[in-house]
């Protein structure tokens, strides 16, 4: 497993837009895909983008196709997660996810971060 904490989270007004950022101390990600989950309000948890250990392949649910860009920093140990466009049903706690599998890191991943609260105002 791999420690994870995301950051950048906040308010923001309908149509704005966050970058949530997600780092780790003393490993480094280059060996693990990446995936970024969600949970809101009073719904299970569901997943959001993901990004090969390459960074070549990329992954999003659909309902963030268009709006949403997940990339790699290597050089600053982070993966990122570019939020356009946002909506009041983005509302949720976002999660950075760890797999040394691009495909488990879309469903169930090995390492967690704690989360950060993104809050989309009408």
């Known amino acids: 497993q791999v420690q994870l904490v995301e950051t950048g989270g906040g308010l923001v007004q309908a149509g704005g837009s966050l970058t949530l950022s997600c780092a780790t101390s003393?490993?480094?990600?280059?060996?693990?895909?990446m995936g970024w989950f969600r949970q809101g309000p009073g719904k299970e948890r569901e997943f959001v983008a993901a990004i090969s250990w390459s960074g070549g392949s990329t992954y999003y649910a659909d309902s963030v196709k268009g709006r949403f860009t997940i990339s790699r920093d290597s050089a600053k140990n982070t993966v990122l997660l570019r939020m356009n466009d946002l909506k009041p049903e983005d509302t949720a706690v976002y999660y950075c996810a760890a797999d040394p599998s691009s495909r488990a890191v879309q469903t169930r991943p090995g390492s967690w971060g704690q989360g950060t609260q993104v809050t989309v105002s009408s």
């Open positions: 003393g490993r480094t990600l280059s060996s693990y895909a």
